[in-house]
């Protein structure tokens, strides 16, 4: 039996997250490590719980195997229920044939009978890529009071940046009347975040005309959100402000990881109203030498420090040796770091070994770009990689002493 | 091999009266985000016993909100799992006066049920008061080998080197290991080796034992079951040589905080091979050290929020340490915050202790300075 539920959410987590390259490789991008101790995807499924939407779907593609591990039965988010929880919702082989979710709206319509066992009135639709805290009960709320066929939670951006988005026009009332995707020249600054609620019967009439179309790359933004304005569907902006950021890249990976940091940081993961969880394992707690030195930086349990930490993120299980300096970097779980290695504007992906004395990123004050090591690599000694340099095979560094 | 487990939550409770005063024994916090008990429950979890009893006497609220569902030992299990066994006494049975027990043995009567109950051969029993990371797996292999009815799991102690605990049990064994006597210790006396209080007993020998301490009023497991039965039994001793604490007094769990500051130690505790000590998972975000933090020679927990200065300490879960503070050789326990400005030396604070700006405080080392829960200085 299914208990009813109003609102059922369902998280697209199939993407390969291509520009990320060497942290996707052997992982999807909602499972890539953020701030020391979460996955990307810890958000969005935080937020779901935290806003009491109990029923997730997790649709899954590339790369699964760490993203259903790491779910599992949904525990540390609360969502282990018996009616309801987290679902992992694979492609699957039907009667009529088996196929890959072709987009990410085909997604949705492949698992149209996962809706309905529950009944609900509401679909949530979200993308298992962004960091921020968000309150979805209170966008169902709009939703419901301006008696929508979908809303699209937007943010404001920047103009010059506004053509980097798809990009809502919209009346006073918050109504949109134009949808463009990565405009030249928009006329609106309200981005969307790529978080939808529709009304259940609305959606499911779109998704279905969508898939019988064999012209549409069945996408929700490209194909369902314009085909429903051209039908004159009542479709609503739902504003919100606060912390948000797509980390689909190295840079702004990074750049959401610095967040964290500081003396009022502009992402606070300390907020006991509102709190990220995580599947983490047991670990002693971290130890700080004698004779290191530890500025600005977030540190994980597990971590022994005997050199220095500046302005860094570091994982579980970190252990950064004598003379060994680390800066403005991200250090994912369990990398060692040998004496005297020098990591500067870098990202380690978990389980790779820097070697005595090597060096790793920019050598300057400055970057001109966020250096890449692949999981489970080992750096020789004093090996150099360079600033801007994506590590993803140790024969790159072989190659390179050889010249 | 089937093996059940119990654990005494209370036990030696008064030996540090400070912390156990609003708490168990088994939820003294220890060692940055551990409690006491999760040192026996992950030993026992390790040896693969999935069927633990916790004997109770008062104040077990922390305990209970602590082990929770027992999930995060992985106990949470539809058979067996973690079995909390509050006090118990016949509601219409006046003999003992309605008063709970207070001794190992009337404990052990307490329980008799669950142990009559239990379908395993063996019984692991273990307090809370010996921190130590164990392979009790081996200890039981000795004891069937042995055809034991008891094995106690001993430790080597040298007179005026080490610090015995008062009333700790000297053991005599011969050269097979066979136990030939037990004695109290007293100051000043010999003593080679003391038992752990962590014992493998055959649970058709213990339960003989409680029944017959019924029919005798027998209430000391050791003077009236071991010593008197020791000729007649076989009873074992088995020397376990790695590090082990054992708290005894304020001071004492102060100075054996401060060992976890050398490698040695935390090593053998933390950092054994597939043995890890588990935990209540508290979902604390990773700990951040802000510009002007000094840390060293410091075990910190995650969850904490350090501006300042922390030498020779240990912090739990949420500490806070101010701008400008300095924290030198304190045990801050869970959510300590201390505002700016703040001065303290050879300090425990207890759970939620806030102490506000400018604060100077300072205890030595032999005698630390305590601050109850939930105070504010």
């Not at chain 1, 509102?274 to 002693?284: C, D, F, L, M, P």
Request: net charge negative; charged share 25%; with cysteine.
């Amino acid at each position: 039996m299914f208990r009813k539920k109003e609102c059922v959410a369902m998280l697209l987590a199939g993407g390969q997250g291509s520009r990320l390259y060497a942290l996707t490789e052997k992982n999807a991008k909602p499972a890539v490590p953020f701030g020391g101790k979460y996955r990307i995807i810890d958000f969005t499924l935080s937020n779901c719980i935290n806003s009491g939407f109990d029923t997730v779907g997790v649709l899954t593609q590339y790369q699964p195997l760490v993203l259903n591990d790491y779910i599992g039965n949904g525990l540390p988010w609360d969502l282990d229920r018996s009616y309801g929880g987290v679902k992992i919702l694979p492609p699957y082989q039907g009667k009529k044939g088996a196929d890959w979710y072709r987009g990410t709206a085909n997604a949705i319509y492949q698992n149209m009978q996962f809706i309905d066992r529950y009944d609900s009135e509401y679909v949530l639709i979200l993308s298992g890529d962004h960091i921020y805290k968000m309150d979805y009960a209170k966008m169902l709320d709009y939703h419901k009071r301006v008696n929508a066929d979908c809303t699209i939670a937007v943010i404001d951006v920047p103009l010059k940046e506004a053509s980097r988005f798809g990009i809502m026009s919209t009346e006073e009332d918050g109504k949109i009347y134009k949808f463009s995707e990565k405009p030249k020249n928009p006329d609106s600054t309200k981005a969307s975040m790529g978080i939808y609620i529709f009304s259940k019967e609305v959606l499911f009439e779109f998704l279905t005309a969508d898939a019988a179309d064999p012209e549409s790359s069945n996408d929700f933004g490209k194909n369902v959100i314009p085909a429903m304005l051209a039908a004159k569907k009542r479709m609503y902006a739902y504003p919100f402000s606060g912390y948000w950021k797509d980390v689909g890249t190295i840079s702004s990976l990074w750049e959401a990881n610095m967040d964290l940091l500081g003396e009022t940081p502009k992402l606070d993961l300390r907020d006991e109203e509102w709190r990220i969880y995580s599947r983490h394992e047991t670990h002693a707690p971290q130890f700080v030498g004698e004779s290191a030195v530890v500025d600005n930086s977030s540190i994980t349990e597990g971590c022994e420090i005997y050199g220095t930490v500046r302005n860094s993120v570091l994982g579980a299980g970190v252990c950064v040796q004598k003379g060994a300096v680390v800066s403005n970097s991200v250090i994912m779980d369990n990398v060692m770091i040998e004496k005297d290695a020098k990591i500067n504007y870098a990202i380690i992906d978990e389980e790779t070994t820097i070697g005595a004395g090597a060096s790793i990123g920019s050598e300057q004050k400055k970057a001109k770009g966020i250096t890449v090591i692949a999981a489970g690599l080992s750096i020789p000694e004093h090996a150099v990689v360079g600033d801007n340099e994506m590590i993803s095979d140790i024969a790159q560094i072989q190659m390179k002493e050889e010249m | 091999m089937e093996v059940a487990g119990l654990i005494f939550s209370n036990i030696h409770d008064s030996s540090i009266s400070e912390l156990t005063n609003i708490r168990t024994m088994a939820s003294v916090p220890f060692g940055c985000r551990y409690r006491l008990i999760d040192f026996p429950l992950s030993n026992m979890v390790h040896s693969g016993i999935t069927k633990i009893g916790i004997i109770t006497h008062n104040n077990y609220q922390s305990l209970m909100d602590h082990l929770g569902t027992g999930k995060d030992w992985d106990l949470a299990r539809r058979s067996g799992g973690i079995k909390i066994l509050p006090p118990f006494f016949n509601t219409y049975d006046n003999s003992n006066g309605g008063r709970l027990y207070s001794s190992r043995l009337e404990a052990l009567m307490g329980v008799s049920s669950f142990i009559s109950r239990c379908t395993e051969d063996y019984i692991v029993l273990s307090d809370c008061d010996g921190i130590c990371n164990i392979d009790l797996s081996d200890a039981i292999e000795h004891h069937v080998e042995n055809k034991a009815d008891l094995t106690i799991i001993t430790r080597k102690v040298t007179v005026g080197v080490d610090d015995i605990p008062d009333r700790s049990k000297v053991i005599v064994a011969d050269e097979n290991g066979m136990i030939t006597d037990v004695s109290t210790y007293i100051k000043g006396e010999s003593a080679h080796e003391i038992s752990t209080n962590i014992m493998i007993a055959n649970r058709m020998f213990l339960l003989n034992a409680i029944g017959d301490a019924g029919a005798h009023g027998y209430t000391d497991f050791y003077r009236d079951i071991v010593a008197k039965r020791a000729s007649k039994s076989r009873f074992f001793r088995y020397l376990y040589e790695g590090i082990f604490i054992q708290i005894t007094s304020l001071e004492s769990y102060f100075s054996n905080s401060m060992k976890l500051l050398s490698p040695d130690v935390r090593n053998g505790l933390f950092d054994v091979k597939h043995r890890p000590i588990y935990t209540k998972l508290r979902n604390s975000a990773p700990t951040r050290y802000s510009e002007n933090a000094q840390v060293c020679n410091s075990y910190v927990a995650d969850g904490c929020v350090i501006e300042g200065v922390v030498e020779n300490s240990i912090l739990f879960r949420g500490v806070h340490v101010g701008k400008g503070t300095v924290v030198k050789n304190c045990i801050l326990l869970q959510d300590t915050f201390t505002g700016n400005n703040v001065t303290l030396n050879c300090v425990i604070s207890d759970k939620n202790v806030v102490i506000r700006d400018g604060r100077m405080l300072s205890g030595h080392e032999s005698m630390p300075f305590f601050i109850p829960k939930g105070s504010m200085v």
